[in-house]
C-alpha cells in the first residue's frame, strides 16, 4: 500500500506526520469552549406583549388573536402556541427544523411591525426574542444583608454588584429577582377630592403637565450659544406633594391637599426566596457563545473581589451554578475514556504478550483522540458530553485497526519473515478489511451525524467528531504501525520468550487460547455439514429479539439523575403575591425536610426575562451529592411531601429553562364548556393509568371579576366616554405612572398615582369615584360625574389563563412517568382518548416528549436504513461482489438478540442513546465478517477450495476477531457502568453495543461462513 510503503520507507516523515496531528491537536484543545450540549439552534421565536389591567378575554381578543393571525403567514411555521393572562400576551412560534431562528425573528418583527396600529393604545412594546439556551441564567447569586432594608440593598445591588458582574468577560445580562425599587406614591383621598370637586385624572395630568424636565433648544448669542432647558422636576417626594393640580381664584389646590405623598417602594411584582428566607438575587445570563465554565468561573471569581468591598454584615452566596453538572460530566467522561483506553491496551498486551507491539497498537489512541480535537476547532464544535460521549466510546473502535494490522504483522514475523518485509506484506495483505471496516463505521455515523429533527442537530457533533476520530485512527495503522513495526525489533516476540513471572503467565494463556482454534475449527466443520440447521438457530435468535425489544418501552431520554430538578408551581387563580409566597414556603418546608435536600432556590412572579403572573413561581431544588436514587425516585419522594401543601397545583421537571413535564396533550377546539368537559373526562381516565403522576390541566378555576359596564345613553347626555372611565379605574386600582423623578445621583424613580387601598376594595367604593365631563359648571369647572350614575358593577368570573395553538383554543394537559416507559404511556393514553366522544371541530393531540419520541424513531430508523445502504455499497464497492456483501451484513440482524438481552438485563428502554448505540452497532459488527470474507477470498484465490478456504479463514482470523471484540467491550465498560455525574443518561448506549457485539461475535463465527457458501453457490451456478 503506498501509505504504508512510503512510512516504511520514511521513517522520519512518517513521525513528523504524528507529531504535526497531536500539536494541532493539543493547541486546538486550549482554544475549545466547553458547555454541556452542542450550540444548537432552537426554531422558536417568541413575542410578549405587556397590557397592563386588561383580562385574559380581553387580552385574548385584541392582542394576541391578531399576532397570531400575522405571524401565521410567515414560512416555515410549525405550531403557533399562546397564553394570554391578565394584562400579559405570549406568543410562542415554532418552527420546522432547519430553519434559522435569526431570519425567523427577523419575519416575526416585521409581521407585528405592520400591525402595531392596529394593537391597543395602552399596550407596551411587544417585545420580540429568540428562544436561545446559550443565553438562559447560568449561574445566580443571592445577596444576604439582614442589617439593611430591603431599598438599600437593592440600591447596593444594583448600583454595585450588579455592575460588576456586568464587567465580567461572557456575561450578558444581569437581572434582579426580589428587588425593592423606590418609587414615590401620590396615595389620593376620594373624601378630598369630592370637597375640591376634583378627579383622580386632574392629578395625573396635573404631574404630568407641572413635573417636567424638557429641552427648549439653544440661545445664539453670538460667538457661543447655550442650551435652554426647563427643570421643573422634582427631586424629593415633598416637591412633588407642592406641585398644584388647580387654581380657584387667590388659592391654589396642591398635591399634598388631596393625597398623601410617601417616598417608598413599588409594589412588588415578584419574591425570592433561598430556602425559607427571602432574598435579593442576580440571575446571570451568559453571551450567546460564550464558554459556560469560564463564564461561571469568572462570576465565582468575582463574587471573591465584591465580597471584599461589601460594607459589614452584607454576604454574597452562588445558589445556582449551570457549571458544576458541566465539570462532573465532563470529568467523569474523560475518567471513562482514560480507563476505557487503558483496558483497551491491557486487552492487547494480554493477547500480544509484548510491551512493545503493546506501545505500538496503543500509539492510535492518544494521537486519534487529539487529532479529533482538530475537528472539532475547524467545525466550531464545543467539548461538550456529546463530543466527548462519542471519543468515549470510539475509544474500543480507534484501536482496532492498529490491532488487526499489528497482529496480522506479528503473524509473518512469526512465520520467519524479517521486519521490515513483514510490515509491507503483512499491511497490504490486511489492508482491504481494515478499510473497509473503518468505512462501514464511518457510513453509519455519517447519517447519523446528518439525522433529521431536533435530535439530528444535538448528535450531529456526536457522528462527525466519532467520523473524524476513526479516520484518523485509519490513517495512523497505515502509517505510524508498520513503520514502528519495521525498525522496533522485538527478540522476545520472534523467539517466543518471556522470561517474567507475568510474560510466563502471559504465554500460558495464549497458549490456551491457540488450542481453541481446534475447538472452533471442529464447530465450523459441523457448522458447515449441517447448514439447515445452523440458519434456523440464527433465524431463532434474531426472531427472539423482537418481542424483548417491544417489552422494553419506550423513552426519549434515559432516567438519569443530575443532582438537582425544579417544581414549577400554582396558586388558586386571584392569590396575591403575598398568598401565593406564604404556599411557596409551605412547599419549601416540606422539601426541606428530605434527608437528600441540600437547599431551595424560589422565584415568584416576574423573574428576568421571564414574565409570569404573581400566582406562578419556580423553586430550584438543589441534591446532596451521591444520593444513589434514580431521578424517578427522588421525585416520587418529593411528590410525596408537596401533595399535603394546599391550594397549590405543581409540576416536578427537570431544572432548567426548558423544564416541562414530558407528557402534553393537547385538547383544541374553541367552545370552552367542550373543552372543558373533554378535558375533565381525559384528566379522570388518565389519573387511573398505572406509571402516570402529576396530572394537571391548564384550565384553572375562574378567577374573580367586577365588571363594570358603562351604560352608553346615560353617559353620552353627561357628556362622559368611556375611555375616561377606563382610565379613572385603572389609576384607582391598579396605580398610573404619571411622572418621575430624578435623584442626586441622576436616577429616575415613577411618581405613581393611586387611589386609597380601603377605598378601592368593593364596587361601591369604585363607583363613588368622580369622572370629569365635557361640560363646564357655572365656575367654568369641569363638572365631576359620579361613576354610580353612569355605570354599574357586577360580580363574575373569568378564566385566569387563556390558551391557544394553531390559531384554536386549547387545553393543555400534562403529566409525568412515573416507573413506566413513555412510550407505553402514551399508547394508553391515546386509547383513553379514543373512547371519548368528540364533536367536529375538535382534536386531542400528544405534544411534549411523546411527540418528540415518535419523530426520534421515525429519524433513527431512516438513519438505520441509509446506514446498511452505505455499508451494502461500500463492502460491494471493496469486494467487487453482489452477493458477499450480504454474508458480511448478516451480523447486523445478529446482534439484535444481544442488544435486546443487554437493555433487557439492566432494565433500560428504547430511548434515543440506545438507538444511537443500535445504529453505532451497524458498523462495529460487520468488522468481523469482513476479516472472514476477505481472508476466504484471498485463500481461494491460491486455490484452497470454499469449505477450506472458510476454515483456515475461521482459524487464522480467530485471534484478531476476538481481540478487537474484547477491546471495544472494554473500552465501553467504564460507560456502561453508569459512574459519575449523568452517567445514567449515556450508559445505554454502551450496554446496547456491549450486547450487540458480544452476540454478533458468537453467531457471526459460525452463521456467516454457512450463509457465504449459500451465496457463492447461487452466484456459481448462475455463472455456469
Do not use: C
Not at 439552534?41 to 386588561?54: M, R
Amino acid at each position: 500500500m503506498i501509505l504504508s510503503d512510503l512510512s516504511i520507507k520514511q521513517p522520519v516523515f512518517a513521525t513528523m506526520m504524528m507529531a504535526a496531528l497531536a500539536v494541532l491537536g493539543l493547541v486546538s484543545y486550549q482554544q475549545l469552549n466547553v458547555d454541556q450540549f452542542p450550540d444548537v439552534d432552537f426554531p422558536v421565536v417568541v413575542v410578549t406583549t405587556q397590557y397592563p389591567g386588561a383580562a385574559p378575554e380581553a387580552v385574548e381578543r385584541d392582542v394576541t388573536k391578531r399576532v397570531e393571525e400575522a405571524i401565521n403567514t410567515v414560512e416555515g411555521v410549525r405550531h403557533v402556541e399562546s397564553t394570554s393572562q391578565e394584562g400579559l400576551s405570549n406568543v410562542v412560534i415554532i418552527f420546522r427544523v432547519g430553519i434559522s431562528s435569526l431570519a425567523s425573528a427577523q419575519d416575526v418583527r416585521g409581521k407585528v411591525a405592520s400591525i402595531r396600529g392596529d394593537l391597543p393604545r395602552g399596550i407596551e412594546e411587544p417585545i420580540i426574542q429568540r428562544l436561545d439556551p446559550q443565553e438562559m441564567p447560568v449561574v445566580s447569586v443571592a445577596v444576604n444583608a439582614p442589617a439593611m432594608s430591603p431599598q438599600a440593598a437593592t440600591d447596593l445591588a444594583e448600583k454595585v454588584i450588579k455592575r460588576r458582574f456586568e464587567n465580567v468577560e461572557g456575561v450578558g445580562a444581569v437581572n434582579l429577582v426580589g428587588e425593592s425599587d423606590r418609587e414615590i406614591q401620590v396615595v389620593v383621598d376620594r373624601a378630598k377630592l369630592e370637597a375640591y370637586r376634583l378627579s383622580l385624572l386632574d392629578v395625573v395630568n396635573a404631574l404630568r403637565k407641572e413635573n417636567v424636565d424638557a429641552p427648549a433648544g439653544s440661545a445664539d448669542r453670538g460667538a457661543t450659544e447655550a442650551l435652554v432647558r426647563v427643570a421643573a422636576r422634582g427631586r424629593t417626594a415633598d416637591d412633588v406633594a407642592e406641585i398644584p393640580v388647580k387654581q380657584r381664584g387667590a388659592s391654589v389646590i396642591r398635591v399634598r391637599d388631596l393625597a398623601q405623598v410617601i417616598d417608598g417602594v413599588r409594589e412588588a411584582k415578584n419574591l425570592a426566596f433561598l430556602d425559607e428566607r427571602p432574598a435579593l438575587a442576580l440571575d446571570i445570563q451568559k453571551q450567546s457563545g460564550a464558554n459556560t465554565v469560564q463564564v461561571a468561573d469568572g462570576v465565582i471569581a468575582a463574587v471573591a473581589r465584591i465580597q471584599k468591598e461589601l460594607p459589614a454584615g452584607v454576604t454574597l452566596q452562588v445558589v445556582r451554578d449551570d457549571s458544576v453538572f458541566i465539570r462532573e460530566s465532563i470529568h467523569d467522561i474523560n475518567t471513562t475514556m482514560i480507563v476505557g483506553g487503558i483496558l483497551t491496551v491491557l486487552i492487547v498486551f494480554v493477547f500480544l504478550n509484548s510491551w512493545r507491539s503493546t506501545v505500538i497498537t496503543g500509539l492510535t489512541l492518544p494521537i486519534s483522540v487529539i487529532a479529533a480535537f482538530s475537528v472539532m476547532k475547524l467545525f466550531g464544535f464545543t467539548l461538550n458530553m456529546l463530543t466527548l460521549m462519542g471519543l468515549s466510546l470510539a475509544i474500543g473502535m480507534l484501536i482496532d485497526d492498529a490491532i488487526v494490522v499489528r497482529e496480522n504483522i506479528v503473524r509473518h514475523i512469526q512465520r520467519g519473515k524479517d521486519h521490515y518485509r513483514a510490515a509491507r506484506e503483512g499491511t497490504s495483505e490486511i489492508g482491504l478489511a481494515v478499510m473497509a471496516t473503518t468505512f462501514t463505521i464511518v457510513a453509519v455515523f455519517i447519517p447519523v451525524a446528518f439525522m433529521g429533527g431536533m435530535v439530528g442537530q444535538f448528535f450531529y457533533e456526536f457522528g462527525i467528531v466519532v467520523a473524524a476520530a476513526v479516520l484518523v485512527s485509519l490513517f495512523v495503522s497505515f502509517t505510524l504501525d508498520p513503520m514502528l513495526s519495521s525498525v522496533w525489533v522485538d527478540p522476545e516476540l520472534e523467539q517466543d520468550r518471556h522470561g517474567t513471572r507475568l510474560g510466563k503467565l502471559l504465554a500460558r494463556f495464549n497458549h490456551w487460547f491457540d488450542a481453541q482454534h481446534r475447538t472452533y475449527e471442529r464447530a465450523l466443520r459441523w457448522s458447515l455439514a449441517h447448514r439447515p440447521a445452523v440458519l434456523v438457530i440464527a433465524t431463532v435468535a434474531f426472531l427472539s429479539a423482537f418481542p424483548i425489544l417491544a417489552a422494553l418501552g419506550g423513552d426519549f431520554m434515559p432516567d438519569y439523575n443530575r443532582g438537582e430538578y425544579q417544581v414549577t408551581f400554582k396558586a388558586t387563580p386571584g392569590a396575591t403575591l403575598r398568598e401565593t409566597g406564604d404556599r411557596a414556603l409551605q412547599m419549601v418546608r416540606a422539601l426541606k425536610a428530605l434527608p437528600d435536600v441540600a437547599y431551595t432556590y424560589t422565584t415568584i412572579g416576574e423573574a428576568g426575562t421571564q414574565y409570569r403572573p404573581v400566582t406562578e413561581g419556580v423553586t430550584y431544588v438543589k441534591l446532596r451529592p451521591d444520593t444513589g436514587k434514580t431521578f424517578s425516585e427522588v421525585l416520587r419522594e418529593a411528590r410525596a411531601r408537596i401533595e399535603a401543601v394546599p391550594g397549590l397545583t405543581y409540576g416536578l421537571t427537570e431544572a432548567g429553562p426548558f423544564g416541562q413535564k414530558p407528557i402534553q396533550i393537547s385538547i383544541k377546539g374553541e367552545d370552552v364548556d367542550e373543552l372543558d368537559r373533554i378535558s375533565r373526562e381525559l384528566t379522570a381516565a388518565m389519573r387511573q393509568i398505572p406509571g402516570l403522576a402529576d396530572v394537571e390541566t391548564s384550565l384553572e378555576k375562574s378567577k374573580p371579576e367586577l365588571r363594570v359596564r358603562v351604560e352608553r345613553g346615560r353617559a353620552s347626555d353627561l357628556g362622559v366616554g368611556a375611555a375616561p372611565v377606563a382610565e379613572t379605574l385603572l389609576t384607582a386600582v391598579a396605580g398610573q405612572v404619571s411622572s418621575v423623578i430624578e435623584d442626586d445621583a441622576g436616577d429616575t424613580h415613577d411618581v405613581r398615582v393611586r387611589l386609597r387601598a380601603d377605598q378601592r376594595r368593593y364596587a361601591a367604593d369604585l363607583l363613588a369615584l368622580t369622572v370629569p365631563s365635557e361640560r363646564d359648571d357655572p365656575h367654568q369647572d369641569k363638572i365631576q360625574v359620579p361613576l354610580r350614575e353612569i355605570a354599574t358593577a357586577e360580580p363574575g368570573s373569568g378564566p385566569s389563563t387563556i390558551r391557544r395553538k394553531d390559531l384554536q383554543r386549547e387545553v393543555r394537559i400534562s403529566a409525568n412517568p412515573d416507573g413506566r416507559p413513555l412510550g407505553n404511556i402514551t399508547a394508553d393514553i391515546e386509547a383513553a382518548a379514543a373512547r371519548i366522544e368528540m364533536p367536529a371541530g375538535y382534536a386531542i393531540e400528544s405534544g411534549g416528549d411523546a411527540e418528540e419520541l415518535k419523530d426520534m424513531f421515525a429519524n433513527m430508523f431512516r438513519a438505520l436504513f441509509l446506514a446498511v445502504v452505505f455499508i451494502y455499497l461500500i463492502l460491494a464497492s471493496q469486494f467487487g461482489s453482489f452477493t458477499h456483501p450480504l454474508a458480511i451484513m448478516l451480523s447486523l440482524p445478529l446482534s439484535l438478540v444481544g442488544v435486546a438481552l443487554a437493555l433487557l438485563s439492566t432494565g433500560d428502554t428504547l430511548n434515543i442513546m440506545s438507538m444511537i448505540g443500535l445504529i453505532m452497532l451497524m458498523g462495529l459488527v460487520t468488522k468481523n465478517a469482513i476479516l472472514l470474507v476477505d481472508f476466504t477470498n484471498q485463500a481461494r484465490a491460491e486455490g484452497l477450495s470454499r469449505d477450506e478456504a472458510l476454515v483456515q479463514a475461521g482459524v487464522t482470523r480467530l485471534r484478531p476477531i476476538v481481540m478487537t471484540t474484547l477491546a471495544m467491550i472494554f473500552g465501553m465498560l467504564p460507560l456502561a457502568f453508569a459512574i459519575g455525574a449523568g452517567a445514567e443518561m449515556r450508559a445505554p448506549m454502551a450496554r446496547a453495543v456491549i450486547g450487540g457485539l458480544i452476540t454478533s461475535t458468537l453467531l457471526t463465527l459460525i452463521v456467516v461462513p454457512v450463509v457465504y457458501t449459500y451465496l457463492d453457490f447461487t452466484g456459481f451456478r448462475r455463472r455456469e
